[in-house]
């Protein structure tokens, strides 16, 4: 929906209805929102849920990456709308001409612009900091970025654990004497309690071998195993832009019989976990996009170790199995 560009800010409710809302804090705010997936987003959401107007721009086509990130309800992203709420929605191309002049028009009214990208990327569609400034002084702008927007690590790329392996914290929680490990929130604890309850009754409560086994028969099936639950991921490509994800989970018999707290909490964690997973998948596609847009090749691999580590995988596996025996045909 296109903004009313001839009524910057949210008209203040009648305050003789008795069940009028009064004004936030930030009433009659305009907030320009550039942002994407989840840290801007949820920033806006906060200045929206103040009384702030904000205006999200989406890019033609695709939108905000969190749009294909599920669980859906009725055909629609209930990710994107927890972080989006209450927000107006433009579609609009900084890099068409066409498109220029009406986002011009809303920072020319807007109090703040939000943005997400790498740093540097809003400067090369011709609104850098100086710029901004220079044409509306007035303007405040907000810089969301992993590691900030100068340094050594300005260009890199941050998800939760990267900041939190970098951080230190990893080193603090996990199995005693375990390598680090990612901290969870409280959905990951009720599953850690109920590994440690089941370990306690049936395994003199010791902790588990392995934390994750990942293997990849790239392109399309994962196996992963975890304590006592076998995950198997097939992809079934639902058209150009859209794959359809297919999860099972394959427990012990005693498990599935009499320990129904384990299977729910174990579900719960790993289903959490792939909200990340899907953010994750939408910015390599996004990468992909944006360079064939540019004409550039954008054949992998991209991801380590989903993508280049499959060469690697399949030489150990064919020297472990070659080791001792000698090649025979079986066969056509």
């Known amino acids: 929906m296109r903004p009313d560009m001839t009524d910057p800010h949210m008209t203040e409710p009648d305050m003789t209805d008795e069940n009028a809302i009064p004004p936030g804090p930030l009433g009659g705010i305009l907030v320009?929102?550039?942002?994407?997936?989840?840290?801007?987003?949820?920033?806006?959401?906060?200045?929206?849920?103040?009384?702030?107007r904000v205006i999200k721009v989406e890019r033609p086509g695709y939108g905000d990456d969190a749009r294909e990130v599920g669980p859906f309800i009725g055909g629609k992203s209930a990710y994107f709308m927890s972080l989006n709420r209450g927000k107006e929605s433009i579609v609009l191309d900084l890099g068409s001409a066409d498109d220029r002049p009406i986002f011009e028009k809303l920072l020319a009214r807007a109090d703040v612009l939000v943005e997400n990208y790498r740093p540097g990327v809003l400067a090369k569609h011709g609104y850098g900091w100086d710029t901004l400034h220079a044409r509306w002084p007035k303007l405040v702008l907000a810089s969301i970025s992993g590691f900030g927007q100068t340094?050594?690590?300005?260009?890199?790329?941050?998800?939760?654990?990267?900041?939190?392996?970098?951080?230190?914290?990893?080193?603090?929680?996990g199995w005693p004497g375990g390598p680090p490990t990612r901290v969870g929130t409280d959905v990951y604890r009720q599953w850690q309690d109920a590994v440690r309850n089941y370990r306690g009754q049936n395994h003199d409560g010791t902790p588990p071998k392995q934390g994750a086994i990942w293997l990849t028969y790239y392109p399309g099936v994962m196996l992963e195993v975890y304590p006592h639950v076998l995950v198997v991921s097939t992809l079934v490509p639902q058209g150009p832009r859209?794959?359809?994800?297919?999860?099972?989970?394959?427990?012990?018999?005693?498990?599935?019989?009499?320990?129904?707290?384990?299977?729910?909490?174990?579900?719960?964690?790993?289903?959490?976990?792939?909200?990340?997973?899907?953010?994750?998948?939408l910015r390599m596609d996004a990468g992909r996009q944006a360079l064939r847009e540019r004409g550039d090749d954008d054949a992998g691999p991209y991801q380590s170790p989903m993508e280049d580590g499959m060469q690697h995988f399949?030489?150990?596996y064919r020297r472990v199995m070659g080791e001792g025996t000698a090649p025979t045909r079986t066969g056509n």
């Open 32 to 52: 320009i929102d550039l942002t994407r997936v989840l840290a801007g987003p949820y920033c806006t959401l906060v200045m929206a849920e103040l009384g702030a």
């Open 242 to 281: 859209k794959t359809l994800n297919v999860v099972e989970f394959y427990y012990p018999e005693e498990i599935v019989a009499f320990e129904r707290e384990y299977v729910e909490t174990q579900q719960a964690a790993y289903l959490e976990t792939c909200v990340e997973d899907d953010e994750i998948a």
């Open 151 to 173: 340094g050594p690590y300005a260009s890199r790329p941050a998800f939760d654990m990267v900041v939190q392996a970098m951080g230190g914290v990893m080193s603090l929680t």
């Open 314 to 316: 399949h030489e150990w």
